[in-house]
């Protein structure tokens, strides 16, 4: 292959990346507003801090089914607290100790216990969310007020911002620089990249690899208090299929499921554009129904893109 | 058929003139081979020498860059493994390429079951197991899972799968290596029983003993080149080793080293894997080596040392503490440093740069709380790079991208940047340029005569002449033999290998 089409292809998933969000924001005028922007910003940040974490796990060369069934056990466990009085603050640190304890099961199991990651967090996703059900007995707990604070903004000109945003936008960027710039983060694509050349260059695998997941537990606590923040209701059947939007959010965002590529701000990335797909469906006025037909789609071709992209990397 | 018969007989297979390069290293240069029907014929030479090369050409693996192969006196070019099995050569390899979980008949039958229509007539494809089985004299139950039976078993039912199709020659790779004495007997009743049925077979191994015991004519490569064929009985085990050693430069080029001081690393007993009971020491300054044939422990031991296995039994004392590392990060805080023998599956991290796989032991060394100091990991990347020579366009050069010279001096500078006290190298030049060869032998001796530890695990016999001080000759996971200088010449730790 010649140098510049090697270049191209190699850098497909990223081309593509550009070039649909620019497609999408040309397509419409109402589109390419600071009002239209934000709300994409704000309806993709739960799934985007969810994706957040899921980056950590896939870069680490693992896989987390189970988010979706944590945040709606640490949603019913702060619906629990929160009828038993507890105050925000301690609310708040009870979902994220929570989310990371609910991590670190997936963690201790495959990388202690060594299970498949994909067959332990489809059991923790069904554990979790049973657990869900029985406490919370089958019935939603409606008013849950705890983090009611959260589901508010600011006006930045004429956009509104909401803190959920704020919040997606931060994590990304500080777990973006954690993930390029600790020892830890650069440990992390070095366990997804080869786990044992990592591990026979003293890179302590198994504490790093159950880290991974804790932090994947913890990004379920975190969504888990923006959701609450904005339903007000703890469900068990709450943010059903959310870690298949992460995961599909990290592969358009060009992290590789084969471990060791990628990057956070990548994900957050392919989250945006999801959603902003989703919006665009909606606003040029295709029905409803074409939503999960093109996502489907989108995700396959960036996924195509991506092995694209390695074939010309080994050649 | 008698062996002189055979010797008689034209040939069924001929290779003439084969030539074969790697990344502009000659693996194997204008190689001629007849195989005769009803002979066995051993193909012996030290590792690198071109067995693997021949083989894989003869078996469709690989093409050769010139020269012809010729069945039956007609040229043929083999696209594939299948293509040379269609023209009856098939190869068995070490790895056997069987499926475990499957049952013996339908491994025997895999690609071609018997069927009606879109189902598999199961009672057929076990009668014809059964039959196959049989009419070699193999005692296996079709219907047993593969996986359930020993290595030797195992290997039996791929050769009963290999003669399924119309097989004129065929070709075994170290067929011993895994097996137990008597398994290993039953293999060449196995061998003669095909020689008798006019099946040229082909028998590459390092047990000289056992070629000697079993094959009619001897062809010795060395350097990639044919040293010649003689018949079994006309030539003697020491003349083979002789053959394949060559003109050997049988004085060091080097000045005797003298280990400074007491031992440091201290092995008793150990155990665990292959390994049962070995002894071991090693002084400062001082490169002890260490080989043995396939399967003898050499290659556990540096597992076990670094903290990636554990022993079962035994002591190992380092630095004057008793030294039981529970993971490699542990062996590394303690000063010491392995470097893996397969390269790209142990060693480096595909996905990353020059920059990260060079650098990826000493993260704790160049972070300050945590967060890597960018500038004084390219630093290191650099100074080391430098000091190996390493030939990338750049730190962030992906480093599979890298010849595979270039590949092992990161590998190398990775540890080397650390400065441990005691370096386990396996295979440290395993296919690898000769200049790079040279450099890093080279900085073996700075190793040495800094008064580092130096445990060098390598079957290549030539090496261990230039480099050791002390040579461990292993067989059945204990030392066997040990030779010092200046008793350690290529021909010698040959000999000591491959007689035992």
């Not at chain 2, 007849?34 to 590792?47: M, S, T, V, Y």
Request: glycine share 10%; proline share 4%; aromatic share 6%.
């Amino acid at each position: 292959m010649p140098r510049p089409l090697r270049t191209v292809v190699g850098r497909l998933p990223q081309i593509l990346l550009i070039v649909g969000a620019l497609a999408l924001m040309l397509r419409t005028e109402r589109f390419f507003t600071p009002g239209t922007l934000s709300s994409i910003l704000t309806q993709a940040s739960i799934v985007g801090v969810l994706a957040i974490g899921q980056a950590f796990v896939l870069i680490g060369g693992g896989f987390d089914l189970s988010q979706g069934a944590m945040l709606a056990l640490v949603a019913a466990t702060v619906g629990r607290l929160s009828q038993e009085g507890w105050n925000p603050a301690l609310c708040l640190a009870a979902a994220l100790t929570a989310g990371l304890l609910l991590g670190s099961i997936n963690g201790f199991f495959v990388s202690v216990v060594r299970t498949n990651p994909f067959v332990t967090t489809l059991s923790t996703l069904l554990i979790f969310r049973g657990a869900a059900f029985i406490m919370l007995e089958g019935r939603p707990i409606p008013g849950v007020k705890v983090f009611q604070a959260v589901d508010s903004g600011f006006k930045l000109g004429d956009a509104f911002v909401s803190y959920r945003g704020v919040v997606f936008a931060v994590a990304a960027l500080l777990t973006w620089i954690v993930l390029r710039r600790t020892v830890f983060g650069q440990h992390v694509y070095a366990l997804g990249g080869n786990a044992e050349a990592a591990r026979l260059a003293g890179v302590r695998t198994v504490r790093l690899r159950t880290w991974t997941f804790a932090l994947s537990g913890l990004a379920s606590g975190l969504a888990a208090i923006l959701l609450l923040g904005w339903l007000r209701v703890a469900k068990s059947d709450t943010a059903t299929g959310y870690e298949l939007d992460s995961i599909a959010a990290c592969v358009v965002g060009g992290v590789s499921l084969q471990g060791g590529r990628g990057s956070v701000l990548g994900a957050a990335a392919g989250c945006l554009l999801l959603q902003a797909l989703r919006t665009q469906i909606t606003m040029s006025g295709f029905p409803e129904e074409y939503r999960t037909f093109v996502t489907g789609l989108v995700i396959l071709t960036f996924a195509a893109a991506d092995a694209l992209a390695r074939r010309g990397e080994r050649a | 058929m008698s062996p002189e018969a055979a010797a008689l007989a034209p040939a069924l297979v001929s290779l003439r003139g084969l030539s074969k390069s790697y990344a502009g290293v000659r693996a194997l240069k204008g190689v001629d081979l007849d195989l005769r029907r009803g002979e066995i014929h051993a193909l012996c030479g030290e590792n690198g020498a071109g067995k693997s090369t021949l083989i894989q050409m003869l078996g469709g693996a690989a093409r050769p860059d010139s020269g012809t192969i010729e069945v039956h006196g007609q040229a043929v070019r083999f696209a594939s493994p299948a293509a040379a099995l269609a023209r009856g050569i098939a190869v068995i390899h070490q790895e056997l390429a069987l499926v475990d979980e499957l049952t013996v008949a339908e491994n025997l039958a895999l690609g071609d079951e018997p069927r009606f229509g879109p189902w598999i007539r199961r009672r057929a494809m076990v009668q014809s197991a059964r039959r196959k089985l049989d009419e070699l004299g193999f005692a296996i139950a079709p219907r047993a899972r593969l996986g359930s039976l020993p290595i030797g078993a195992r290997q039996q039912v791929e050769i009963a799968r290999a003669l399924r199709r119309d097989v004129q020659v065929l070709v075994l790779d170290e067929p011993t290596a895994a097996l137990s004495r008597a398994e290993a007997e039953r293999l060449f009743e196995v061998l003669r029983d095909l020689r008798t049925r006019g099946i040229a077979v082909l028998y590459v191994s390092h047990h000289l003993d056992e070629v000697f015991a079993l094959a009619d004519r001897i062809t010795v490569l060395r350097d990639g080149s044919k040293v010649g064929s003689w018949p079994a009985s006309e030539t003697t085990l020491s003349e083979v080793v002789a053959h394949m050693v060559g003109e050997a430069v049988d004085v060091r080029d080097r000045p005797a080293r003298r280990a400074t001081g007491d031992a440091r690393l201290k092995v008793s007993g150990l155990s665990g894997g292959s390994l049962r009971g070995l002894d071991l020491e090693v002084a400062p300054g001082e490169v002890v080596g260490l080989t043995g044939l396939a399967g003898a422990g050499h290659e556990e031991l540096s597992s076990i040392l670094f903290g990636a296995m554990r022993p079962t039994a035994g002591e190992v004392v380092w630095d004057g503490e008793p030294f039981r590392p529970k993971h490699p990060a542990e062996a590394a805080r303690r000063g010491v440093a392995m470097v893996p023998a397969d390269r790209r599956g142990l060693g480096l991290i595909p996905s990353q740069g020059v920059l990260e796989n060079l650098t990826l032991a000493s993260y704790a060394d160049l972070a300050r709380r945590g967060w890597l100091r960018r500038r004084a990991q390219k630093a290191m990347a650099r100074e080391w790079c430098a000091r190996f020579e390493v030939a990338s366009s750049g730190l962030s050069q992906k480093v599979l991208t890298l010849s595979g010279g270039n590949q092992q001096k990161v590998l190398l500078a990775r540890w080397a940047a650390r400065n441990p006290e005691l370096f386990i190298l396996n295979e440290p030049t395993r296919g690898i340029d000769v200049k790079t060869r040279e450099a890093i032998h080279r900085w073996i001796d700075g190793l040495a005569e800094a008064g580092r530890c130096v445990l060098l695990i390598t079957s290549d016999a030539q090496e261990m002449a230039r480099l050791a001080d002390r040579c461990v000759v292993l067989r059945g996971g204990k030392v066997a033999r040990v030779l010092e200088p200046p008793a350690i010449t290529e021909h010698a730790v040959v000999a000591a290998v491959v007689e035992g």
